[in-house]
């Protein structure tokens, strides 16, 4: 005996944009199992089927027999679990709302951040159509400076004179 479904809790349409490329196998496989857990509870009616007892009376000597399992068969309830946890999962979603939110904007305000920069990158020059020049005074802090801050090649700093590495533990 099983319960009708008529719709499924679960939105596959939306559910489906929200996978990661490297996981639709595993979510094609998913989709594929409930639905044959669908087809099947949906093979078999949703109430017990009648029996006809007056045929069992017939061809069974001891009439009490089938009375008794007359009223069992008809007695017989399939236990459904109770639903117990969505009031609690529900709770949990409203005290989850103003950290999402809260998240969701930081993000946004990243995204603005982001935007910006890319706006900036974009309005620079080509890196091929940049001189050195044009980099220094785009960049003094990051560019070659030869006169003021000459350094050996090639240009990095723990290739230079006097550095100390940051990593190295400091003795006394």
């Known amino acids: 005996m099983t319960k009708n479904i008529s719709k499924s809790a679960i939105d596959w349409a939306k559910f489906v944009k929200l996978v990661p490329p490297e996981q639709k196998v595993s979510f094609f496989a998913?989709?594929?199992k409930n639905d044959g857990y669908l087809r099947r509870v949906?093979?078999?009616?949703?109430?017990?089927?009648?029996?006809?007892?007056?045929?069992?009376?017939?061809?069974?000597p001891d009439a009490a027999l089938v009375d008794k399992f007359m009223s069992e068969y008809n007695s017989l309830k399939v236990p459904y679990p109770a639903d117990t946890l969505s009031a609690e999962v529900d709770k949990q979603w409203k005290?989850?709302?103003?950290?999402?939110?809260?998240?969701?904007?930081?993000?946004?305000?990243?995204?603005?951040?982001?935007?910006?920069?890319l706006k900036?990158?974009?309005?620079?020059?080509?890196?091929?159509?940049?001189?050195?020049?044009?980099?220094?005074?785009?960049?003094?802090?990051?560019?070659?400076?030869?006169?003021?801050?000459?350094?050996?090649?090639?240009h990095v700093p723990d290739e230079q004179l006097g550095y100390k590495d940051p990593t190295a533990k400091v003795e006394h």
Not at 100 to 116: E, G, V
């Open 30 to 32: 998913l989709k594929a």
């Open 42 to 60: 949906h093979a078999n009616p949703p109430t017990l089927p009648k029996i006809n007892w007056d045929e069992f009376k017939k061809g069974i």
């Open 95 to 117: 005290a989850l709302q103003p950290e999402i939110k809260k998240y969701c904007d930081d993000i946004q305000a990243i995204i603005m951040k982001s935007k910006k920069e």
């Open 120 to 154: 900036r990158i974009h309005a620079l020059p080509k890196f091929n159509e940049m001189t050195m020049e044009m980099y220094y005074d785009m960049f003094p802090d990051l560019a070659l400076d030869p006169v003021n801050r000459p350094t050996f090649w090639p």
